[in-house]
Structures are given as C-alpha cells and as structure tokens.
C-alpha cells in the first residue's frame, strides 16, 4: 500500500494550497482517508477525515469554514482544500487510510496507513 501526498509549498498568509493524496494497493473505495499535521516540536494533530463513501466530513475546529477535505474515488485521490491560511497552519501534512467511526476518526492510530508527508508554509 502507498500513499502520496503531494501540493505543499511555501503560501503567503490569507493563500489557498491544496494537497492531493494519491492511493496504490489498496481497495481504496472501502477506505476513510484523513489528514493529519505536524509542526515542528508539537504532536501530530488530525486536521480532517472523510469518510468511505464521501458521505461524512469531519475537522478539527480550527480549520472548520476554511478547509475542506474531499475524495474522488474513480482516481483514486483524497484532497484537501486549505483556504484562508494562517501562520499556525505551517506543519507537515499526512494522509492516512483506514477504517474508522465517528468517535475514531481523529486519533491517529485508528488507520492503518500513512503517506510520506508535505510541507505546507504559511508566511506572514
């Protein structure tokens, strides 16, 4: 199984990036995929999940109303939208993969895998 993040970069404060996760090896249709973060010295923290079917969302407050996680499952491809971006919002982003609930959605060891990360940068 592998999963690719790819789309961070370097984005002024009040930009828009938004990260693509591409999946192999796995039946990816029957997976809820996430989106974790971290910044230097912090633990890794869930930013967004969404689940098998697209039919839920879930965010961490602090990105509700700017970012938005999305899957299209003919490509094989989570994304995550990320607009109105702040400082605090520079961290390595993580995709992740698994089978979750509602009450497992955010904590990091409910899925089983992990891609490889993207740098996202918020200059101010």
């Known amino acids: 199984v592998q999963l690719q993040a790819f789309g961070g970069g370097l984005v002024q404060a009040g930009g828009s990036v938004r990260l693509s996760c591409a999946a192999s090896g796995l039946t990816f249709s029957s997976y809820d995929m996430a989106w974790f973060r971290q910044a230097p010295g912090k633990e890794r923290e869930f930013v967004a999940a969404i689940r098998w079917s697209g039919g839920s969302k879930y965010y961490v407050d602090s990105v509700k109303d700017r970012f938005t996680i999305s899957r299209d499952n003919a490509k094989i491809t989570a994304y995550l939208q990320m607009n109105s971006l702040k400082p605090e919002d520079t961290a390595v982003y993580y995709c992740?993969?698994?089978?979750?609930?509602?009450?497992?959605?955010?904590?990091?060891?409910?899925?089983?895998?992990w891609g490889q990360g993207t740098q996202v940068t918020v200059s101010s």
């Open positions: 992740a993969a698994g089978r979750v609930i509602t009450t497992t959605a955010s904590t990091p060891r409910a899925y089983n895998y």
